[in-house]
């Protein structure tokens, strides 16, 4: 196998976009009760993230049945390399009050598709 960056320019060189981005996959650590306390500390500093450009998406994630949460989630960060997005992970209050585990791994994007309308005059956005 290639080493990551190695792969990175393989992919770039077939032609496919090869935007680098890190995958924070959360786990629950605590129970829902005290996840519940940190909850609002964690989104607003999702919300600050965002702001700040680094939070690209995050959001809950299902048990595997698809019908339950789990109490994780997933977070994608926009960083300039893995140790960023790992300083990021553990700032986050969910990761350092001990609501959460995590792990980081980066993800090269290279196929898919967005869904956004702009309508001007409207002066509206619609994502999906």
Do not use: C
Not at 7 to 34: C, H, M
Not at 58 to 66: I, W, Y
Not at 100 to 112: D, H, I, K, P, Y
């Amino acid at each position: 196998m290639p080493t990551w960056n190695e792969y990175q320019t393989i992919a770039q060189g077939r032609g496919a976009l090869a935007f680098e981005l890190f995958i924070v996959e959360s786990k629950a650590n605590a129970t829902p009760e005290e996840m519940q306390k940190i909850l609002p500390r964690h989104l607003a500093y999702q919300k600050e993230m965002e702001a700040a450009g680094k939070l690209f998406l995050a959001g809950p994630v299902s048990d595997d049945t698809g019908t339950a949460m789990s109490g994780g989630g997933l977070i994608i960060y926009r960083a300039a390399d893995i140790g960023e997005a790992r300083t990021l992970a553990d700032n986050d209050p969910m990761h350092k009050e001990g609501g959460r585990t995590f792990s980081v791994r980066a993800w090269l994007v290279n196929e898919g598709a967005l869904n956004f309308q702009l309508r001007l005059s409207e002066q509206r956005s619609i994502l999906g």
